[in-house]
């Protein structure tokens, strides 16, 4: 993602990305949003819903993996109230199967295909 769209996610919502000034040997978070900027809603519409639920853990990692985006906390911002660890990982797998249906590049929801070595999905226009 680009910078632009990632600062847009720093600034509205920092205690999300808290962890993304340190250092690679603390964080994965200091590589940014590793995706394409076609899932800046998505992702943009995810930290709200977790925010609005009462389910926000800092992120350790937001990335695009075998065509699915992924958000990873680290164990260190786990909290030890199950109940929201839980509504995070419902939220974050219903925004994951969105994020395979959903073009990478543009964002498109149409003939959303997986392809490529890296399993990227993208839409007809894209591809």
């Not at 797998?93 to 990227?120: A, F, N, P, Q």
Request: hydrophobic share 30%.
């Amino acid at each position: 993602m680009d910078d632009k769209l990632e600062n847009k996610l720093y600034e509205k919502f920092p205690a999300l990305f808290v962890e993304k000034d340190l250092s690679s040997t603390k964080t994965g978070m200091c590589f940014g949003c590793q995706c394409g900027n076609g899932w800046y809603d998505l992702i943009d519409r995810f930290c709200q819903e977790i925010i609005d639920n009462d389910a926000a853990i800092p992120f350790f990692s937001v990335k695009q993996k075998f065509g699915r985006l992924l958000i990873y906390t680290s164990i260190i911002n786990e909290p030890d109230d199950k109940e929201k660890r839980l509504r995070f990982h419902e939220i974050e797998g219903r925004y994951s199967l969105e994020s395979s249906k959903t073009c990478e590049h543009c964002g498109s929801k149409k003939d959303v295909k997986m392809t490529g070595t890296w399993i990227t999905p993208l839409c007809k226009k894209c591809r």
